[in-house]
């Protein structure tokens, strides 16, 4: 069974993809990122603190998730919110598939059908995740997806042995080019921050797009970041991405 805390129809908002998209968040995560610092009250009334997406990562609200056991009753739920554009639009929305993370079910049926379902419609499909597990690439259409990286730092308080996994992330960009590192930065913690993201690199023999994104989930904290995060992008030769969505909806969910 799949778990599903959310899919809704928005934009992407983050990385070089700013476009409309269908974004389908799974359940469950393999790290806390107690260092974010984002706190949520949990439906038993626990106190959580972790990343910005703590309804989906954190298994105490797992009653509030769908569960999927074949990809066509998930596809046809994504469908129901699939947009019908004028006939004259040829754009088709973005599929993101997020979390949590993803790749923890990156070797069930459920999620390999949808993903194979909406590439042969012509979606371009993204999956983001951490990059700290293992995974094999077994089938031929899974070297069309784009994988956004976020490998995370020290910072996010997690040990290096399980945020860090140069074999995957070279993996990835071995069999799917267009993929691309995103590394969330908080300016407090920037030198050692800057001196991982060059350790990684150097275990990473693939040419890879890396992108800088501020530390900020709410709009307070993403404007308090960003101008720093800007500046250290251009300094270093990176590229920035920004969260659009938290510009314009603040920390609401869904959307």
């Given at each position: ?182 590394f969330v930065i908080n300016p407090e913690t920037w030198d050692t921050d800057y001196v991982e993201i060059c350790n990684f ?55």
């Amino acid at each position: 069974m799949l778990p599903i805390q959310e899919m809704y129809y928005s934009c992407q908002c983050e990385g070089p993809r700013i476009q409309p998209a269908i974004l389908i968040r799974c359940g469950l995560c393999n790290l806390k990122c107690l260092g974010f610092g984002c706190k949520l009250t949990a439906p038993d009334g626990t106190e959580l603190t972790g990343c910005d997406t703590i309804r989906a990562a954190n298994p105490k609200f797992k009653n509030t998730w769908d569960f999927y056991d074949s990809w066509e009753s998930l596809t046809d739920k994504v469908d129901e919110i699939m947009p019908k554009y004028s006939k004259h639009n040829h754009l088709k929305p973005d599929i993101v598939i997020t979390g949590g993370e993803p790749l923890l079910y990156w070797k069930d049926d459920v999620l390999q059908g949808t993903i194979q379902y909406y590439l042969s419609r012509g979606h371009h499909v993204t999956i983001e995740t951490n990059a700290s597990l293992n995974i094999e690439f077994t089938r031929k259409y899974q070297d069309s997806i784009m994988f956004s990286m976020s490998v995370k730092l020290s910072a996010s308080g997690e040990p290096e042995s399980k945020r860090l996994n140069p074999e995957t992330v070279t993996k990835i960009v071995e069999h799917c080019p267009s993929s691309y590192l995103k590394f969330v930065i908080n300016p407090e913690t920037w030198d050692t921050d800057y001196v991982e993201i060059c350790n990684f690199l150097k275990s990473v023999p693939a040419f890879v797009d890396v992108y800088l994104m501020p530390l900020g989930g709410n709009k307070i904290e993403l404007d308090k970041n960003c101008r720093f995060v800007i500046e250290k992008a251009i300094q270093y030769g990176f590229k920035y991405s920004d969260r659009l969505h938290i510009r314009a909806w603040d920390d609401k969910p869904g959307v």
